[in-house]
């Protein structure tokens, strides 16, 4: 089987080309090792980010926004927003603020990226 993938990790955008046969994983049009670790993520493993906004608590209506501090497994997508609808914090947030520390044991933060006072 083959899949073509952007890779993401800089702004080159090596289109790649990953092809999977017989447990084996070969990996075209990378320009640098970084894009190998990145298409057998991305076969193997998908991860991803993710962004959203939550109440405030305290205000009329107030949001900050939030974003995780690294990728988490795409299965885990859901349940981790699950989580984050949960967050009503007290005015005041700060950027940087961590609401959920090491959410779901997945070894990731949830942090606000917006202050709220
Ligand atoms: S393979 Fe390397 S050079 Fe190409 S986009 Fe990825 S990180 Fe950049």
Same mark, same amino acid.
């Given at each position: 089987?083959?899949?073509?993938?952007?890779? +993401?990790?800089?702004?080159?955008?090596?289109? +790649?080309?990953?092809?999977?046969?017989?447990?084996?994983?070969?990996?075209?049009?990378?320009?640098?090792?970084?894009?190998?670790?990145?298409?057998?993520?991305?076969?193997?493993?998908?991860?991803?980010?993710?962004?959203?906004?939550?109440?405030?608590?305290?205000?009329?209506?107030?949001?900050?926004?939030?974003? +995780?501090?690294?990728?988490?497994?795409?299965?885990?997508?859901?349940?981790?927003?699950?989580?984050?609808?949960?967050?009503?914090?007290?005015?005041?947030?700060?950027?940087?603020?961590?609401?959920?520390?090491?959410?779901?044991?997945?070894?990731?933060?949830?942090?606000?990226?917006?202050?709220?006072?």
């Amino acid at each position: 089987m083959i899949d073509r993938l952007t890779c +993401l990790l800089c702004p080159l955008g090596c289109e +790649l080309e990953v092809e999977t046969a017989g447990g084996r994983l070969e990996v075209r049009g990378h320009q640098c090792d970084k894009g190998l670790d990145f298409a057998s993520e991305e076969v193997l493993r998908p991860k991803r980010n993710l962004a959203a906004s939550i109440p405030v608590a305290g205000t009329d209506g107030r949001t900050t926004a939030v974003r +995780l501090s690294g990728r988490v497994p795409r299965e885990m997508i859901f349940p981790v927003l699950a989580e984050i609808a949960k967050l009503r914090p007290a005015i005041p947030v700060r950027r940087g603020d961590v609401l959920i520390r090491d959410v779901l044991g997945t070894g990731v933060d949830v942090i606000a990226t917006r202050t709220v006072v």
